[in-house]
């Protein structure tokens, strides 16, 4: 709490009574749904296209490609239809994100959901009965808005709803069912290739198993009292935090979300509070983890994983099998993060993926020097193995660092007043750049050749000395005093934090605190 800061709430670090209610574990679920989601829509989309059946549908020229033993083998799924079918769920979901800031805010968490739940269901349906290209898009851009409502309010629902002292590991359990849903889709494709001729109808349609249980979730909810307080329903709020945290004796922690709500009730424009002078860094770190946790080209495995082992000479068969190894590989990775984050830190984490991700690389880009020739379409076995190691040591060591870290650090470093704006621009950030891979990287795979690992090689060390110079540790700071422990005191964003701007809050919460009385 600021100095001079309000007697309403309770001292800083002071830990509020909570116990684990069912409600809680109820919330955890909703989670779950929210992010299976999410990794669900990840990985559907590059089985499927690697399917025959759901080629000769939508994309016959790539189908023909494939067959064609002429053509290059980097080239034969440049289409930039096929690229559309997976990139356009990102760009509809980073337009949505903003409607999402707006639903979150005045309508709640609760409705929010339930709205993404909507979009989920009719994109599904869509999806499911497409028998041309458009319903085939029109299907993805819902499922789109889908991620983009769910992305905002799930993971404030959550960090709202959960007792201060899981807040952390709940925020890595979003992840965790990203990843989780990522598999879960790896595993239905590889089930559903071997159904002719509709098995990619049934891989897009049980995507709607995550969508529903979202939404019957939802319905059964309440909001948090977070919102509910914002909202202006106080009783409402005290009753159901009550609920929540399994005590009466809930007085501090109300009184701080009092606080804290009237507060942010007062900031009426939360996005341009974000370009202020001392919010800069937080956005700038923001936008960047975004930006370098795609250049890692995580992706290009998430989604094209079946289409680059085919590319590499797998047979369809391996080419699946292959993906469902390295999406354990990635959920079984993140409980590493789970684990660690607060113990060894995030500098650490990210410093030490670093080495580990541009070894992975480099030895990728040499194999597909070596091995994949423009027309050759046959990798023996010990080269196989050798490229699912190198690949499986690749998705590990992001799943442990740049998976998780790019979601948390930007939303424990922004004040409660600009969190739910800052939430939308990470979200958004984090689709407009997995769009851009996505639309780009099949098209690159052909141009760059094997030279597109070496390409996100280099990123991997920009990133990390960027990490090294730019990113301070956030382990173990309560988030409410990031801005005196953390930004004042690093060597470079410090210039920003100038007083000005942060007693010019206190004063305004001074302000607030002296009506409420
Ligand atoms: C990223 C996704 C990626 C996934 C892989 C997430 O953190 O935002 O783009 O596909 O991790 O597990």
């Known amino acids: 709490m600021p100095a001079g800061g309000l007697s309403v709430s309770a001292p800083p ?125 029109i299907g993805r851009i819902l499922l789109g808005c889908g991620v983009g409502f769910a992305n905002q309010a799930v993971p404030l629902f959550l960090s709202e709803i959960a007792p201060p002292r899981i807040r952390g590991g709940l925020n890595a359990l979003f992840q965790l069912n990203i990843t ?36 019957a979730s939802a319905l059964f909810m309440v909001d948090t009292p977070n919102s509910l307080i914002e909202r202006g329903m106080p009783e409402l709020g005290k009753a159901v935090l009550k609920k929540i945290r399994g005590t009466d004796n809930v007085d501090p922690e109300f009184n701080e979300i009092v606080e804290a709500s009237r507060v942010a009730r007062n900031v009426k424009h939360p996005f341009r509070s974000l370009l202020q002078r001392r919010n800069r860094p937080l956005l700038a770190i923001t936008v960047l983890l975004q930006m370098f946790q795609q250049m890692t080209g995580i992706n290009a495995i998430m989604f094209y994983a079946p289409v680059l ?125 997995t769009f851009v891979f996505a639309q780009a990287f099949l098209s690159m795979l052909c141009h760059l050749k094997y030279f597109i690992f070496l390409f996100s090689a280099v990123s991997v060390v920009v990133m990390s000395l960027f990490v090294l110079l730019f990113l301070p540790e956030t382990k173990n700071v309560p988030i409410e005093e990031m801005a005196d422990t953390v930004w004042k005191r690093h060597w470079f964003w410090k210039r920003f934090m100038n007083d000005e701007g942060n007693s010019h809050r206190v004063g305004e919460a001074n302000n607030i605190y002296s009506a409420a009385i």
């Open 309 to 433: 082992f085919t590319t590499l000479g797998f047979k369809a068969d391996a080419a699946l099998y292959s993906a469902v190894i390295t999406g354990a590989v990635n959920a079984l990775s993140t409980l590493v993060s789970v684990y660690t984050v607060d113990r060894v830190g995030r500098r650490m984490l990210l410093l030490d993926a670093g080495v580990q991700m541009f070894l992975s690389l480099v030895a990728m880009a040499v194999v597909m020097r070596i091995k994949v020739t423009d027309n050759s379409d046959n990798l023996d076995r010990d080269w196989a193995i050798m490229v699912v190691v190198i690949i499986c040591n690749f998705v590990s060591s992001f799943a442990w660092s740049w998976g998780p870290l790019g979601w948390l650090i930007p939303s424990e470093t922004f004040p409660l007043e600009t969190r739910s704006a800052g939430q939308s621009i990470s979200v958004c950030a984090n689709l407009l750049f």
């Open 13 to 137: 670090g002071m830990e509020f009574e909570a116990k684990i209610t069912p409600i809680v574990v109820t919330s955890c679920v909703m989670a779950a749904t929210g992010g299976l989601m999410f990794g669900y829509d990840i990985g559907v989309s590059g089985g499927v296209s690697s399917m025959e059946d759901f080629l000769r549908e939508f994309f016959p020229t790539v189908l023909r490609n494939k067959h064609d033993k002429e053509g290059s083998n980097y080239c034969k799924f440049n289409d930039q239809g096929l690229q559309l079918f997976t990139s356009s769920l990102y760009l509809a979901g980073l337009t949505s994100t903003f409607f999402a800031s707006y639903t979150t805010r005045q309508l709640g968490r609760r409705v929010t959901m339930l709205i993404a739940g909507a979009f989920f269901i009719i994109g599904v349906i869509f999806n499911a009965a497409a028998h041309n290209l458009g319903m085939l898009i």
């Open 180 to 215: 989780v849903g990522i598999l879960f889709a790896n595993i239905v494709n590889f089930g559903t290739s071997k159904i002719h001729p509709w098995g990619w109808r049934l891989s897009l349609s049980l995507a709607g198993l995550p969508a529903l249980l979202l939404t």
